[in-house]
Structure formats: C-alpha cells, structure tokens
C-alpha cells in the first residue's frame, strides 16, 4: 500500500457589496456561529458532490444567544439576545458538512449598504443597545 497525498486548490471571491467602506473592516471581532439558528439558501449555502465544504455569506447580520454565548442571524422579534444587531459576518465562513458551530469575523464597526445585506434588514426595526453595533447605514 501506499500514500499519494492529494492537494487541490479553490478560489473564491466574496461578495461583499453590503460593505460600504473599509472603516472598520480592520478590527473585527473574532464569534462563533451557531449553524442550528442560520437558514440556508439565506444565510449559508451547503457544499455539493464536487465541493463538500459549505460557506455562510459574508454580510449575514447576526446577535447574540444570551445562553449559549454563541451567534446565530439577527432576530428583531426574538428573546433571547438576537434581536440586538451585534454586527455581521465580515468574511465568508466555510463549514464542513455536520459542523454546527463555526468561528468567525465580526463586523461591528463601519458603514452598510443594507440593501446588499443577505437576508435583507429592516432598519425601521433597528433599535439602539448598548452592546450593539456601531454602524451606520447607506
């Protein structure tokens, strides 16, 4: 028997359109993602037969679980800490198939286009926290 190491290269371009400028986007936060609370097809694609890793969207606007310590999408109607923006995912993230918690950038300080926000945001349900990001929307 023997061992043929096998080595593969991808590239890929983030969409970041929902970034309106570079301010900020030089200290961001390091969070871990829940993947049971995120939504595919919105907020994560899943990897196919050619391509097993799937990757969450640079740009999905998350909270955080107030129990678990973990981020999960932005919820103004929910209870349980995710209805505070505490800003969004900086980077593409990718994920093995089965993983459910993935670590990640945190924008928590800059400008947004939210209308290139995946998901889409309502500012009109935005409300100011103390712990909440620092962003301003254009």
Same mark, same amino acid.
């Given at each position: ?52 890793? %799937?990757? #969450? ?5 998350? =909270?955080?679980?107030?129990? &678990?310590? /973990?981020y999960g999408p ?35 300080? %800059?400008? #947004? ?5 995946? =998901?889409?945001?309502?500012? &009109?349900? /935005? ?12």
């Amino acid at each position: 028997m023997s061992i043929q190491p096998v080595s593969t290269s991808e590239h890929l371009t983030a969409n970041r359109e929902w970034l309106a400028a570079l301010h900020g986007t030089d200290s961001t936060d390091t969070i871990t993602l829940d993947l049971n609370l995120f939504t595919e097809g919105v907020h994560y694609q899943c990897g196919d037969g050619c391509e097993p890793y %799937g990757r #969450v969207f640079s740009g999905v606007p998350v =909270g955080k679980v107030a129990e &678990s310590k /973990l981020y999960g999408p932005y919820d103004p109607e929910a209870s349980c800490g995710r209805q505070v923006l505490r800003g969004f995912v900086f980077a593409e993230v990718p994920f093995a198939p089965g993983q459910t918690r993935v670590p990640a950038a945190l924008l928590w300080h %800059g400008a #947004v286009r939210a209308s290139k926000v995946p =998901g889409g945001i309502d500012l &009109s349900q /935005l409300t100011w926290h103390p712990r909440g990001a620092q962003v301003r929307f254009v």
